[in-house]
């Protein structure tokens, strides 16, 4: 199996009261159970070298969520890399989702480590809208500027 190391995903956003709101998520698995700080992402996943990236994001965002991306008015940001040097390429969009109601896609893995048993578990756990600060920490480090370059690119 090919894995590549290019993700696309889409940085949901809204405006509440004039106050910027983003969208992201944390995922699911035993390995994330527990942590918070640094380990959120916005919605996003691997594509392969052939496939339009957009179309991946949205595939993405709706795998993970349960829900479409409404909206066309997307914003290409600037594209991250991760430590692992997987690059993240990603679009803003102004919309709205209920975070209560996310339902994610499931992946399998061994668990717990070399019992050869398989366990299910749902690729994304939860979501949430915060304000700016409160995402920035939340997201993975190499993702928070992403939200730097929304917040520049609406409030220029």
């Not at 998520?25 to 916005?42: C, E, L, M, Q, T």
């Not at 997987?86 to 803003?92: G, L, P, V």
């Amino acid at each position: 199996m090919h894995i590549s190391n290019q993700s696309a995903g889409i940085l949901l956003y809204r405006n509440i009261n004039k106050l910027l709101e983003l969208f992201i998520v944390h995922p699911g698995g035993p390995f994330f159970k527990n942590k918070d700080a640094g380990a959120w992402s916005i919605p996003k996943g691997e594509f392969m070298p052939d496939e339009d990236p957009l179309l991946a994001a949205k595939r993405e965002f709706e795998e993970e969520t349960g829900q479409p991306v409404t909206g066309d008015n997307l914003i290409k940001l600037s594209p991250v890399k991760l430590k692992s040097g997987k690059t993240i390429h990603a679009w803003a969009v102004e919309g709205d989702i209920d975070a209560g109601k996310i339902v994610s896609n499931f992946f399998e893995m061994e668990w717990p480590p070399k019992s050869g048993k398989q366990a299910s578990f749902a690729e994304i756990d939860r979501g949430g809208w915060f304000g700016v600060d409160e995402a920035k920490l939340k997201l993975n480090p190499a993702q928070a500027p992403l939200v730097d370059e929304l917040v520049t690119i609406l409030n220029p």
